[in-house]
């Protein structure tokens, strides 16, 4: 069965360092990949996705992604944190080939420390 | 703003009760979606209309039910309220039926008492 795993629950990071988030997933086939960003009282708003082609995938607000099939992986990167990145990041995988039918990891909550 | 709204933004109600929660997509979109979140749960898919059909079915429990009308707003009604459907329901949209990008209203949070 597809699963998502986010496997740290409350990251810390001061504002201009950089950020890795880490997301591992769970899929037979090429997944489609999304990474979607809730601030509080906010619904998601989606950073970035990958569908095939470069591994490499490029944001919003200056966010990366780096999709690696040999370690179903799918982390997400930041060079330089900036204090409004203070949110909740989750990870997610499109169930049976679909992109709007996800399955959500637990989502890994972000703080910024001035 | 995303451009889906949803209302109510909050509700309270009894176990036993029945509410609807309702959503009007992005304009021109043709794809309703609804999620739950809840503490235990996380993020789960409840349930996909396209253009009035339903599309695609997720965790979605037999109490609850969902419909799009034809100027493709949405409802989700959920009966026989128990403690546990305590959580906040997420509608999203999109263009199509499998495009790739959800934009999400802020949800409605529904509290069970």
């Known amino acids: 069965a597809q699963s998502v795993t986010q496997p740290d629950i409350h990251i810390t990071v001061s504002e201009g360092a950089s950020l890795e988030l880490r997301c591992n997933y769970s899929?037979?086939?090429?997944?489609?990949l999304f990474w979607y960003v809730q601030s509080p009282g906010q619904g998601l708003q989606l950073l970035l996705k990958y569908f095939s082609g470069d591994t490499l995938v490029q944001g919003i607000k200056g966010f990366e992604a780096e999709f690696k099939r040999s370690q179903s992986s799918f982390n997400l990167r930041k060079p330089s944190v900036h204090w409004s990145d203070a949110a909740e990041y989750f990870c997610?995988?499109?169930?049976?080939?679909?992109?709007?039918?996800?399955?959500f990891g637990k989502g890994t909550k972000l703080s910024v420390k001035p | 703003d995303s451009g889906v709204t949803q209302t109510p933004k909050h509700l309270i109600t009894a176990t036993g009760q029945r509410v609807t929660l309702r959503c009007s997509p992005r304009?021109?979109?043709?794809?309703v979606y609804w999620y739950q979140q809840s503490l235990d749960q996380g993020l789960q898919f409840l349930i996909q209309y396209y253009n009035g059909e339903e599309r695609a079915k997720g965790n979605i429990l037999e109490r609850f039910s969902a419909q799009q009308f034809p100027d493709l707003h949405s409802e989700l009604n959920l009966s026989s309220l128990e403690l546990g459907d305590s959580a906040l329901y997420f509608c999203?949209?999109?263009?199509?039926?499998?495009?790739?990008?959800?934009?999400f209203g802020e949800g409605s949070r529904l509290t069970v008492l």
């Open positions: 997610a995988v499109g169930v049976g080939g679909s992109q709007g039918n996800l399955i």
């Open positions: 304009s021109g979109d043709l794809s």
């Open positions: 999203a949209s999109s263009v199509g039926h499998n495009t790739g990008e959800l934009f």
């Open positions: 899929y037979g086939a090429t997944p489609y």
